[in-house]
């Protein structure tokens, strides 16, 4: 199994490791061959080694689950590192805001049509999220994904997810900085304004 798994965080540069769908990965996880132990997510088939984490990410994560679990409606759902089904894909994003579930997620994950927002908090970890998570969830058809860029200080929104096409992407980026308010919207509607410095910490 370990010749499957790639620790590069850049996709485009992977080649010749098998690649598995995520019906193939669920079952890996099933027969015990990949566990809760194993520091991996999915993405466009190949098996990731996940990022470690530092102090300023963690910090920054932990205040923001905060900030937006205080302002998000009722009944949206917020999870932490939880995972997401995509078509080719199952990542774990620091953050994404999901619709309500009957079974509150406990027999299968949220699809793209349940995820109102995601977030990746981003240090070491920019340049994959720009590139790699940028396609993949664009290619999802996920209406709204910020990146909370650490070393620039500054929150990059992506909208107007292009879908599965031949080169994914956002057709609309906006950069939030210090001293500018950050709509915090689902389904279309601003549920918050927020202010980046307290985002950013």
Known sequence: MTSTVKQLPLLATIAGFRRFSVAE????????????????????GYLINKMSRNPPHDGVLSDLAEILGAQRPHDWRIRSQCAITLPDSEPEPDLALVRPDPDRYR??????????????VSDSSLEGDRQDKCRIYARAGLVRYWIVNIPDRQIEVYEQPSGPTA??????????????????????????????QDLLG
């Open 25 to 44: 990965y669920h079952r890996l996880c099933e027969i015990g061959l990949l566990t809760e132990d194993d520091d991996i997510e999915l993405l466009e």
């Open 107 to 120: 027999n299968r994950h949220p699809y793209p049509a349940d995820v109102g927002l995601v977030i990746e």
């Open 167 to 196: 080169a994914p992407a956002y057709a609309l980026r906006t950069d939030y900085r210090h001293g500018d308010n950050l709509p915090f919207i689902l389904d279309g509607t601003i549920v918050a304004t927020l202010a980046v």
